[in-house]
């Protein structure tokens, strides 16, 4: 018989139960060690990242010794596991997340786990001091048991990468017998009303990991987004691939999301053999830049450190993390990402998909709104001239700025902003970016300023000056400098277009040029992101941002399709509808005074979404430093003088005055 046909094959391991038996009780995979199927491998591998594996060849008596003298040694005194597992060995506990020497890696505020373990390098077993009886035995144990896990794990790895069609040449050093370590735990029973976690939602870092576990359920992995109990059953092992796997196959295999859940009356124990690449062994893949794992470990502690949590393999990912699955990663964030004045909110936000934006088209955007439409190449200066004297505001087509790097950089925007509100906080509270939230106006630098009693802005917003973007994330998580090399490109683009509609405008208005050169000064751009958080509160009162005119000589908007944004026109408020790949120029109160008032400056304010939240992504350019603006309707300025008198109007009146205050004949009565 081949071994394809022998799918009743007997096995002492599981007490004569064949695949089909096992099967029965629950659904995760079944493979067969002793006449390995590739297809069902393979299968195994895309659809789950984990199987359960029999007729493996580990005595059942190992097991249960190992589980044995596992109790023994969890049942002594505190203080005396601490002593007697000594480096090269290590104790933990409430831990969630280990470097693999063992060492605890900090998790900031995240809730502890309901565990201990012991961590037990291999390679250092040798190097264990004896003398102690009980440790001696289980040295002896844990030697046996790693012959037989570094034997199946081989085994499956060489009929792995087979089956991707890998060069063994290349992969020999991807799995290395010298890293496994084996990890013990006990899970303590809990009885408390509230739900506890033995081990909280993860992927393991590893190669592949593969456990033996007892009697005691509490095992559950994820699959289409459901949650399903590995059930014990005697003599099978549970192999799960790991983040290197996955990078490895260029995420055609799967690292298994998966928990522990605490029983309420018994103890769980299990003993898991975990597997890494060799040191200094660099892994490459389509999907990732080349790392190593001590790299990848590396960045794990960070993350886990700044934000709290694990990123993975996203953080080291070629491309910009996607949204959906970095939501997936976060799922715990919830609430906690928006400000806390915003956290009556309820949970469930609903998000457009940026992967499926139907295409603009010049008759569509013409029929769509009023906003009048402005086509960059080629540009029509007497339509531009129209638009600003009579509008202050339009819709910029052709404009290349690719619509990919729009769409990659509002992802990137929702995975940011995700993020915890105290995260947040720590990350963007350097001096060359800030983060805020609620308040109506900010300086240039993005400080929020006084605004008396007007009422909190239903927004947050990250604040990036341009000038100072290539020192920002230089050392920090990549999906950080992701974002940088992102908001780099972006600026780029929007130097070019910004530059292009001024001179046109300086053109227009018959404005002497070297005059006007330090009107507009690129060093002076910020990026500002905005989230404003859907809101349910029957309150007409409150804005996404209450009405104002900006400050800028331009600005220039990228939105989602959440629609929100107004501008005031004739004592009217109309909408400026969401049309994919356009962008939106407005003018500021700069350009209103360098044009002598021929040119204005549009009121324009945002309402906040009952059930969506809305994202967009503003650019805004000032005069140079210190270049003064003259105009026959205003008192020669320059922007800093503005923005003081701005600051002062928001402190002292609560709203600001604006260009009124520098006419000739303005008086404070």
Excluded at 129 to 134: C, I, K, L, Y
Excluded at 283 to 303: C, G, H, M, N, W
Excluded at 411 to 435: I, N, Q, T, W
Aim: proline fraction near 5%; hydrophobic fraction near 35%.
């Amino acid at each position: 018989m081949s071994c394809q046909q022998n799918t009743t094959t007997q096995n002492t391991d599981i007490k004569d139960a064949s695949d089909q038996e096992v099967q029965v009780l629950d659904p995760i995979p079944v493979l067969d060690l002793e006449c390995l199927n590739l297809d069902k491998l393979v299968e195994a591998s895309r659809e789950w990242g984990l199987f359960r594996l029999i007729n493996h060849g580990v005595p059942l008596t190992l097991f249960g010794q190992l589980q044995e003298q596992a109790r023994m040694l969890f049942s002594l005194p505190f203080e005396t596991k601490q002593a007697l597992f000594t480096s090269p060995l290590s104790y933990f506990r409430d831990t969630p997340a280990l470097t693999p020497s063992g060492v605890a890696l900090p998790t900031g505020e995240q809730n502890v786990n309901r565990l201990e373990g012991f961590n037990v390098p291999i390679s250092q077993l040798p190097h264990v001091q004896a003398g102690d009886d009980r440790l001696d035995s289980f040295r002896l144990l844990l030697e046996e048991y790693s012959k037989h896990l570094a034997r199946l794990a081989t085994t499956v790895f060489e009929a792995t990468t087979k089956t991707l069609n890998l060069d063994p040449t290349e992969t020999k050093c991807y799995l290395s017998e010298s890293t496994g370590i084996v990890r013990v735990y006990r899970y303590p029973k809990c009885s408390m009303d509230n739900e506890e976690w033995g081990m909280g939602v993860h992927t393991d870092s590893s190669v592949l990991s593969i456990l033996s576990q007892d009697q005691v359920s509490g095992l559950e992995v994820s699959k289409d987004d459901e949650w399903l109990v590995v059930k014990p059953i005697p003599g099978t092992l549970i192999v799960n691939f790991g983040d290197m796997m996955q990078a490895m196959s260029n995420d055609e295999y799967k690292s298994v999301k998966h928990r522990v859940k605490v029983n309420e009356s018994e103890d769980r124990f299990s003993i898991c053999y975990f597997v890494f690449p060799a040191e200094g062994s660099v892994i490459r893949s389509s999907k990732y830049k080349p790392f190593t794992y001590t790299e990848f470990q590396a960045q794990v502690q960070l993350d886990i450190k700044t934000l709290g949590f694990k990123v993975g393999l996203q953080s080291i990912a070629v491309s910009v993390l996607s949204r959906k699955n970095i939501k997936k990663n976060m799922s715990e964030v919830g609430p906690e990402s928006y400000p806390p004045v915003f956290r009556h909110q309820p949970s469930t936000t609903q998000t457009q998909n940026p992967d499926h934006l139907p295409d603009d088209t010049t008759r569509e955007t013409q029929d769509f709104d009023h906003v009048p439409l402005i086509d960059l190449q080629p540009l029509d200066l007497e339509k531009l001239d129209e638009a600003c004297k009579d509008w202050g505001i339009f819709r910029l087509v052709n404009h290349g700025v690719p619509h990919t790097l729009l769409t990659r950089l509002q992802e990137h925007a929702r995975d940011v902003f995700s993020l915890p509100f105290d995260a947040k906080r720590s990350l963007f509270s350097g001096p060359l970016v800030s983060y805020f939230w609620g308040t109506p106006a900010l300086s240039r630098s993005g400080d929020a300023l006084s605004a008396g009693h007007v009422n909190i802005n239903w927004v947050e917003g990250l604040n990036f000056p341009l000038a100072q973007l290539s020192q920002l994330f230089q050392d920090e998580n990549s999906m950080l400098h992701s974002f940088r090399l992102l908001l780099e490109e972006y600026h780029f683009h929007l130097v070019r277009v910004a530059t292009t509609i001024y001179d046109a405008m300086i053109t227009n208005l018959n404005l002497e040029r070297e005059q006007c050169k330090g009107y507009l000064s690129e060093s002076t751009g910020i990026l500002r992101l905005y989230r404003y958080p859907h809101c349910s509160i029957t309150d007409e009162t409150i804005m996404g941002m209450a009405a104002h005119t900006d400050s800028s000589v331009i600005s220039i908007l990228s939105q989602d399709l959440v629609g929100g944004l107004e501008f005031l026109k004739e004592d009217n408020w109309h909408h400026v509808n969401p049309i994919p790949n356009t962008l939106i120029v407005n003018l500021g109160d700069m350009m209103q005074a360098i044009s002598d008032d021929a040119y204005k400056s549009v009121k324009h304010r945002v309402q906040v979404n009952r059930s969506d939240e809305r994202f967009s992504i503003g650019y805004f350019v000032f005069p140079a430093e210190g270049s003064v603006i003259r105009s026959s309707k205003y008192r020669p300025f320059t922007y800093s003088d503005f923005q003081a008198q701005v600051q002062e109007d928001l402190s002292t009146l609560g709203f600001k005055v604006g260009l009124e205050r520098f006419k000739p004949a303005f008086s404070d009565d």
